[in-house]
């Protein structure tokens, strides 16, 4: 009977991560996703529009422009940071944490 056993190349036990193809091509795809979240927060202004004339007239539109805004620029901001080169990748996990934690509070 023959022992069958993983060959070496394939084995997993290395301990050194796995790169992902991205990774592997140079690209990043966090400051595309930021990008994205930049274009969908701004959409939603729309909403804050329709708010602020039909739902609460006394709401003042400023008030929810002012919050749309602060979410825009803090998108931008980590937009700005993820693009730096030498960005370990927990630094890049944290932006993206902080980037979408912080806009998900301001919802």
Do not use: I, N
């Not at 023959?2 to 790169?19: F, N, Y």
């Not at 930021?34 to 039909?54: K, N, Q, R």
């Not at 937009?79 to 301001?106: D, H, I, N, P, Q």
Request: charged content about 15%.
């Amino acid at each position: 009977m023959q022992v069958l056993r993983p060959s070496p190349a394939r084995s997993r036990s290395s301990g050194a991560p796995e790169s992902t193809a991205s990774e592997a091509d140079g690209r990043d795809p966090l400051p595309s996703v930021l990008l994205l979240g930049m274009g969908l927060w701004s959409t939603f202004s729309v909403v804050d529009v329709y708010t602020a004339l039909v739902v609460a007239p006394h709401c003042p539109l400023a008030w929810l422009g002012a919050w749309r805004a602060a979410g825009v620029l803090f998108l931008g901001a980590c937009y700005l940071l993820s693009r730096r080169k030498g960005l370990s990748r927990g630094t890049k996990a944290a932006v993206e944490f902080v980037a979408f934690g912080f806009t998900g509070v301001l919802t």
